[in-house]
Nanobody, 115 residues
Framework: QVQLVESGGGLVQAGGSLRLSCAASGRIFSINAMGWYRQSPGKQRELVATITSGGRTNYGDSVKGRFTISRDNTKNTMYLQMDSLKPEDTAVYYC?????????WGQGTQVTVSS
């Protein structure tokens, strides 16, 4: 049973920073990419950032230059460093693993940015 557990969300003022973590447990045979997505009320889930097994990163346009995705393969953990946060970054952030034929999602962690 694969589990993804996010942590690090919370309330922060605009301009502040947060660091999200996603810890993966269980057997995952092969990972294509890991990533973060977010969803605000009334909006579709959107890409925040992804990182491939080879370390190549990709960011959503709205977070480029402010967010940084990274992973520690020894700990099966992925991170999202979020700087210069804006009120429009408020959302539930979800951790995702693309294991080719399988997808895994975390339960989400709330990030709220006050103005």
């Amino acid at each position: 049973q694969v589990q993804l557990v996010e942590s690090g969300g919370g309330l922060v003022q605009a301009g502040g920073s947060l660091r999200l973590s996603c810890a993966a447990s269980g057997r995952i045979f092969s990972i294509n990419a890991m990533g973060w997505y977010r969803q605000s009320p009334g909006k579709q889930r959107e890409l925040v950032a992804t990182i491939t097994s080879g370390g190549r990163t990709n960011y959503g346009d709205s977070v480029k230059g402010r967010f940084t995705i990274s992973r520690d393969n020894t700990k099966n953990t992925m991170y999202l460093q979020m700087d210069s946060l804006k009120p429009e970054d408020t959302a539930v952030y979800y951790c995702h693993i693309d294991a080719y034929r399988l997808d895994y999602w975390g339960q989400g962690t709330q990030v709220t940015v006050s103005s």
